[in-house]
């Protein structure tokens, strides 16, 4: 896919400088990433220390009692890899808790539950550490809507949020991540089983083409399907999760009353 191939150390200097530069406007030290074992939060997590130093990187690891054996593995191999700061906390007993009132509760219902519990604590940590809560959602995802409101999808600043997945392999293996992390299959993990592309029934590499079309290159559908020798229905489906979740990427609407409602 030469049209997503990207220029890395230049990216991977201005995504530092990037973080250098947001921390420095708010006057902060201290990053707090959600460390999953995945790709994404380790490549951020890289990114972190090479911009604010190896000590002012706290990677947080948030078992649910379902979170496979393999991730957690995973998320220890980055931390020790990336020689950052990190900590575990189990969210079984708070989650389990609540759905003792909700049995009937589907996977999707609870993954986001865990998603927004997870970013609780790294908002709390946040506060303790007196630091910034830097996100790990990548543009794929991001366009997608494949992630939770005020869960994966809240940060203070995302420094990856402008790269397709594919696009953050590169960057990988720029920074040199673990094989097994780079090679394993991208899941949110909320629950067992679960694999990005058994949830989207596509692979990235389809996915990040018809993104880039249509996002960056502003393309409409016919065109890509016409011009890029990629199927109508692959188009389709992927146009159709940016547009079904474009909810997602809007602030909360605040009714804006006119001044001769308010004070008349």
Same mark, same amino acid.
């Given at each position: 896919?030469?049209?997503?191939?990207?220029?890395?150390?230049?990216?991977?200097?201005?995504?530092?400088?990037?973080?250098?530069?947001?921390?420095?406007?708010?006057?902060?030290?201290?990053?707090?990433?959600?460390?999953?074992?995945?790709?994404?939060?380790?490549?951020? =997590?890289? #990114?972190?220390?090479?911009? *604010? @130093?190896?000590?002012?990187?706290?990677?947080? +690891?948030? !078992?649910?009692? $379902?979170?496979?054996?393999?991730?957690?593995?995973? =998320?220890? #191999?980055?931390?020790?890899? *990336? @020689?950052?700061?990190?900590?575990?906390?189990? +969210?079984? !007993?708070?989650? $389990?808790?609540?759905?003792?009132?909700?049995?009937? =509760?589907?996977?999707?219902?609870?993954?986001?539950?865990?998603?927004?519990?997870?970013?609780? +604590?790294?908002?709390?940590?946040?506060?303790?550490?007196?630091?910034?809560?830097?996100?790990?959602?990548?543009?794929?995802?991001?366009?997608?809507?494949?992630?939770?409101?005020?869960?994966?999808?809240?940060?203070?600043?995302?420094?990856?949020?402008?790269?397709?997945?594919?696009?953050?392999?590169?960057?990988?293996?720029?920074?040199?991540?673990?094989?097994?992390?780079?090679?394993?299959?991208?899941?949110?993990?909320?629950?067992?089983?679960?694999?990005?592309?058994?949830?989207?029934?596509?692979?990235?590499?389809?996915?990040?083409?018809?993104?880039?079309?249509?996002?960056?290159?502003?393309?409409?559908?016919?065109?890509?399907?016409?011009?890029?020798?990629?199927?109508?229905?692959?188009?389709?489906?992927?146009?159709?999760?940016?547009?079904?979740?474009?909810?997602?990427?809007?602030?909360?609407?605040?009714?804006?009353?006119?001044?001769?409602?308010?004070?008349?």
């Amino acid at each position: 896919m030469e049209e997503l191939k990207i220029n890395v150390e230049r990216v991977v200097d201005f995504m530092v400088s990037f973080i250098r530069d947001e921390f420095k406007k708010a006057n902060f030290r201290t990053a707090i990433i959600g460390l999953s074992g995945g790709l994404d939060s380790t490549v951020v =997590a890289s #990114l972190c220390k090479i911009a *604010l @130093g190896r000590t002012n990187t706290y990677g947080i +690891i948030l !078992p649910y009692k $379902d979170t496979p054996k393999e991730a957690l593995d995973h =998320a220890y #191999l980055a931390g020790r890899t *990336l @020689g950052i700061r990190y900590l575990r906390f189990n +969210i079984t !007993p708070q989650i $389990d808790f609540y759905f003792r009132n909700f049995p009937q =509760a589907d996977n999707i219902r609870r993954g986001n539950k865990i998603a927004r519990e997870r970013m609780s +604590i790294l908002y709390d940590l946040s506060y303790h550490f007196q630091g910034l809560v830097v996100g790990t959602s990548n543009k794929s995802e991001i366009y997608l809507g494949y992630g939770t409101i005020y869960g994966d999808l809240a940060w203070a600043i995302n420094p990856i949020g402008d790269l397709y997945k594919t696009q953050i392999y590169q960057v990988a293996e720029y920074l040199k991540i673990p094989e097994e992390i780079i090679k394993k299959k991208p899941s949110a993990e909320l629950w067992p089983g679960q694999t990005d592309e058994g949830e989207l029934g596509l692979s990235y590499d389809e996915i990040d083409r018809v993104l880039f079309y249509y996002i960056d290159r502003q393309m409409n559908p016919e065109d890509i399907v016409k011009t890029k020798g990629i199927s109508e229905d692959v188009v389709k489906k992927v146009v159709n999760f940016v547009k079904k979740s474009e909810f997602k990427r809007r602030l909360g609407a605040i009714a804006k009353i006119p001044d001769e409602v308010k004070y008349s």
